[in-house]
């Protein structure tokens, strides 16, 4: 059973900068598509970011040129690296892991603050 634990979230003032690190057990991590989704209050969860087991990545609008996605495969490790963070970032960031045909898991969550 695929298991995932976010850590890095916290509070940041806008303009400012955090990263989000996601460590995955019971997987074969290098064969796995991972990714972050965000949900805000009362929202949908909604794409951040993926990245494939090629290294492919793809990017919501709204984070294009402001958000990175990399995984360090040694470590079972993907990351999000938040620049220039606004107001809208604000919600509780997911990580995903999906084996290709496979289902999606999913970690527990790490809150974002942004304040403005």
């Known amino acids: 059973q695929v298991q995932l634990v976010e850590s890095g979230g916290g509070l940041v003032q806008a303009g400012g900068s955090l990263r989000l690190s996601c460590v995955a057990s019971?997987?074969?991590?290098?064969?796995?598509?991972m990714g972050w989704y965000r949900q805000a209050p009362g929202k949908q969860r909604d794409l951040v970011a993926t990245?494939?087991?090629?290294?492919?990545?793809n990017y919501a609008d709204s984070v294009k040129g402001r958000f990175t996605i990399a995984r360090d495969n040694a470590k079972n490790t993907v990351y999000l690296q938040m620049n220039s963070l606004n107001a809208e970032d604000t919600a509780v960031y997911y990580c995903?892991?999906?084996?290709?045909?496979?289902?999606?898991?999913w970690g527990q969550g790490t809150q974002v603050t942004v304040s403005s």
């Open positions: 995903s892991h999906k084996y290709p045909l496979g289902s999606t898991s």
């Open positions: 019971g997987t074969i991590f290098s064969r796995s598509t």
């Open positions: 990245i494939s087991s090629g290294g492919t990545t």
